[in-house]
């Protein structure tokens, strides 16, 4: 398999390694989110560990281009991106919408690439098999600003600016639209362990809607719940991205 070198890619905003990666993690972001949301977790994971974090169309160095509106429209090019990466092991962490799009990609990637798939790290989001389908999308602006303000992220704040928000509410809306009729058909298991986190006060994605991530998980499943809302992350990132860490170095990292 040919090497990823320093390819440009317009997919992923990548965080090399301190030399040769002999492991990457590949970051999805929520609905509505950015790249940039994983810049603080450049080099956390250790000199080893290249950082790929994932730039949907419709927004920061792509917002010239359309928004992408279901799942197969984010899963299938960056499955067929993702390729030239795995030279090394690769691991995928989602959160939120970015969960489910993790899964995808990693039932993609497995029947030709089973053995460069290091793990599936899901964070707040359904089962993809018992996803709630929710309609904010079809909503008004209002509607759609109110839901992301409940949920809490750090990035509701950019939609306090009337200016801001007439750039931002449209890849908000197409990502909702995605999230809120994404369902798997089945559950179709993967074939790399497969961890959940969940905050301890996320109204609709706790520890009692992510422990159905069992059942998708073929090879090993385990569950960390974190205090907080939907975005626990934000406060609790170093206990997140150590918990990933250690799982990482156990798995790929560690000395044969």
């Not at 429209?73 to 993790?102: I, K, N, Q, R, Y």
Request: aromatic share 8%; glycine share 8%; net charge negative.
């Amino acid at each position: 398999m040919t090497s990823s070198g320093s390819a440009r890619t317009r997919w992923f905003r990548r965080y090399p390694a301190a030399g040769r990666p002999r492991a990457r993690l590949v970051c999805l972001p929520h609905a509505g989110g950015t790249a940039t949301f994983f810049h603080p977790w450049a080099g956390a994971l250790g000199p080893e560990v290249e950082v790929l974090a994932t730039r949907y169309p419709g927004r920061q160095e792509r917002i010239a281009e359309p928004c992408a509106t279901t799942m197969a429209e984010l899963a299938d090019p960056l499955a067929a991106e993702l390729l030239p990466f795995l030279d090394v092991p690769v691991a995928f962490f989602g959160h939120s919408m970015g969960a489910s799009l993790a899964y995808e990609l990693a039932l993609r990637l497995q029947p030709a690439h089973a053995d460069r798939l290091a793990g599936l790290f899901v964070s707040s989001r359904e089962a993809p098999h018992l996803v709630t389908p929710k309609e904010i999308h079809l909503g008004t602006d209002d509607e759609l600003i109110a839901e992301v303000l409940r949920l809490g992220g750090a990035d509701a704040a950019l939609l306090a600016d009337p200016g801001i928000r007439d750039i931002v509410l449209p890849s908000v809306r197409a990502d909702f639209r995605i999230a809120g009729t994404y369902r798997a058909q089945t559950p179709h298991p993967v074939g790399c362990p497969v961890v959940a986190y969940a905050g301890d006060r996320d109204p609709g994605a706790g520890e009692n809607e992510m422990k159905h991530w069992s059942e998708v998980a073929g090879h090993s499943f385990d569950m960390r719940v974190l205090p907080g809302g939907h975005f626990y992350l934000n406060a609790e990132r170093d206990s997140l991205v150590s918990d990933i860490k250690r799982r990482l170095d156990e798995a790929v990292l560690a000395p044969s």
